[in-house]
């Protein structure tokens, strides 16, 4: 049997795997540029008074964060995928 379509559907998952990973990205970045100005100055005003913190962040800082959010988030998956689910005490 000729199994060569396998290795041509592999391209092409790769290629939905890293559109869906930019997605992921870009959602990320809309997120933190859209929230940060609403939630930072609310929840910590002394420090957005005293210049600790900006108070609204620039597209170029949005992604900064937004690649730092990213990569947590994966070391968590991969964290609870080597280690499993956590139970925390629980019975069945």
Not at 56 to 85: D, F, N, Y
Request: glycine content about 8%.
């Amino acid at each position: 049997m000729n199994k060569k379509w396998v290795f041509a559907l592999l391209p092409v998952a790769l290629l939905i795997k890293l559109g869906l990973a930019l997605w992921v990205y870009w959602v990320t970045v809309l997120a933190v540029w859209f929230l940060w100005p609403w939630v930072v100055p609310e929840l910590l005003p002394g420090f957005v008074s005293q210049e600790m913190i900006v108070g609204s962040l620039s597209w170029i800082t949005s992604m900064k964060v937004a690649i730092v959010i990213v990569l947590i988030g994966l070391g968590i998956r991969l964290a609870v995928s080597r280690l499993g689910e956590p139970d925390f005490g629980e019975s069945d």
